[in-house]
């Protein structure tokens, strides 16, 4: 058997519509893949097996005891915070970290004057205008 033009003709026609059908495949693909509508069915899937999983997984107690521990933490610790910052004392020495080293050392004893600092906030706005002038 010998090949003729025409087999030739006919082979390559079926290869070029095998050809044409594949790279129309692959448009779809492309087509759906960018498209948010066939994501949002998936997300939504995605979603629905996260939320069982959580009820599964989690107990439920969880949920409720978590975020009170960590808001009564931080709550103490912001008092804690602000006392420090403010000099408030309860009637003990206050103490605090040394930033270098992590150790306790004793907090310098400082009053602030609320007219001495007034007067020098309008002392330095006026020699600001003045300057500017």
Not at 22 to 43: D, G, M, N, R, T
Not at 82 to 91: C, F, H
Not at 116 to 126: I, W
């Amino acid at each position: 058997m010998y090949w003729d033009d025409d087999d030739d003709d006919a082979m390559i026609k079926v290869f070029q519509t095998i050809m044409d059908e594949f790279l129309e495949i692959l448009l779809i693909v492309k087509i759906c893949f960018s498209s948010f509508l066939f994501w949002l069915p998936v997300l939504y899937g995605g979603y629905v097996v996260l939320q069982i999983w959580l009820l599964v997984a989690v107990h439920p107690l969880t949920i409720l005891i978590l975020p009170a521990i960590i808001s009564t933490f931080l709550i103490v610790t912001r008092e804690k915070r602000l006392k420090t910052q403010y000099g408030i004392e309860d009637g003990k020495p206050k103490r605090s970290l040394s930033p270098c080293s992590l150790t306790t050392r004793e907090r310098s004893s400082s009053s602030w004057d609320v007219e001495k600092a007034l007067e020098e906030y309008k002392r330095m706005t006026r020699d600001k205008e003045e300057d500017r002038s």
